[in-house]
């Protein structure tokens, strides 16, 4: 059974950082790119940054480069998200999401097959 289970949310004053886990099972990380995506109250949902788990390449968001990294660790088969000069317009319910590309990782929703539950980040003072 394919699952991503994300953890490491909670609520911050702005410029505090935060590092957000994604456990997968069921699937081999190796194989699949995991991308990170956000949800704000009565926005749609986003693409914030991804990662290939093959060689590591990346694509971000233009509103997290230089605060936002995204890591790997195959062995343990969990993607990392650290989130570093957080800013209230980071705040949102933040998902994983795995998905398999020929080229390096994208953005778009469509091109991920399994999410995780969300978990929630609060910036806030």
């Known amino acids: 059974q394919v699952q991503l289970v994300e953890s490491g949310g909670g609520s911050v004053q702005p410029g505090e950082s935060l590092r957000l886990s994604c456990a997968a099972s069921?699937?081999?990380?190796?194989?699949?790119?995991i991308g990170w995506f956000r949800q704000a109250p009565g926005k749609e949902r986003e693409g914030v940054l991804c990662?290939?788990?093959?060689?590591?390449?990346?694509r971000y968001v233009d509103s997290v480069k230089g605060r936002f990294t995204i890591s790997r660790d195959n062995a343990k088969n969990t993607v990392y998200l650290q989130m570093n000069g957080l800013k209230p317009a980071d705040t949102a319910v933040y998902y994983c999401?795995?998905?398999?590309?020929?080229?390096?990782?994208?953005?778009?929703?469509?091109?991920?097959?399994?999410w995780g539950q969300g978990t929630q980040v609060t910036v806030s003072s």
């Open positions: 069921g699937f081999t990380l190796d194989d699949y790119a």
């Open positions: 999401a795995s998905g398999r590309f020929l080229g390096n990782c994208g953005l778009a929703q469509r091109e991920y097959s399994y």
């Open positions: 990662i290939m788990s093959v060689d590591g390449r990346t």
